[in-house]
């Protein structure tokens, strides 16, 4: 099997990637290394991130693992490149393929030396084998720090391999940490930020135009049009509560979830600004 251009696949499988699908597949390109997409539910986060990495698994000797909060949750990314190799007769190709969800066995393996497989990181002693090119976190939002830390992050150092995110926001917890702040050059206030990784990229997709603000880490970079209808935005908008209408519909940080305190950017950013000695620290 002879290495396919992604151009070349997309065109073979009748793929025209969204506004973030593309934004996505142009920063792993580029040589991105742990590249996030932050996105509302429903705009093509796990298909994007799965057709993002069919490519690779037709070069020779690729390793690539689907890592899922269990092991279910990771069929949807797996059943996209499992249908893309039926569909264009790859699979037919395989050495060992499989996609079972109830006895835990998804995997494709190519006599070329490449494999995909789906594993989940409630077994965690399934995350210490191969060296891997490419990791998908699946719903990587549910899943702890530890699994990144433990049992993920080496399998791809020495390969020099890539992380890809694609999840909704639940709050600022680990994945904001890890994956949104290192991603941004200049922090909110507009200086350099300290943290700044030039391996790491993340965008934020909105179903609104309005929450568009490419200044904050916090919110949307990118409008994603035609999943929502303008009238169900606007419904969403009346009926939620703020904070869960921006992750909800706006693929932002904003739910109260990993925060001791609500926060609202309107009232709460200011200038930076000295702490005075005088006030009283609690830790």
Known sequence: MKPVSRRKWYEQVGYKPRLGQAALDNAVDAGKRYCAMFAFPRCGKSYGAARCVTPFILQPDNHGWIVAPKYELGSKEFGYIWSDFLEQ??????????FDTRSGNMSIEFPWGSFVKVVSADNPTSLRAEEL????????????????????????????????VPTTP?????????????????????HENPRYDSAFWSCVVSADPDLINAEDWDMPEIYEPGVHTPEAVERAKRLLPRPIYIEQFGGGFASYAGQVFPYDISRHKVARFSIPETWTHVV
């Open 133 to 164: 090119d490419w990791l998908i976190l699946a719903e990587a939002s549910a899943l702890g720090p530890e699994i990144f830390e433990r049992h993920l992050f080496a399998r791809t150092e020495k390969r020099q391999g890539r992380v890809i």
């Open 89 to 98: 007769g790859i699979l037919e190709y395989a050495r060992r393929k499989s």
């Open 170 to 190: 639940m709050g600022k917890n680990w994945v904001y940490d890890y994956f949104r702040i290192p991603s941004r050059r200049l922090d909110p206030w507009g």
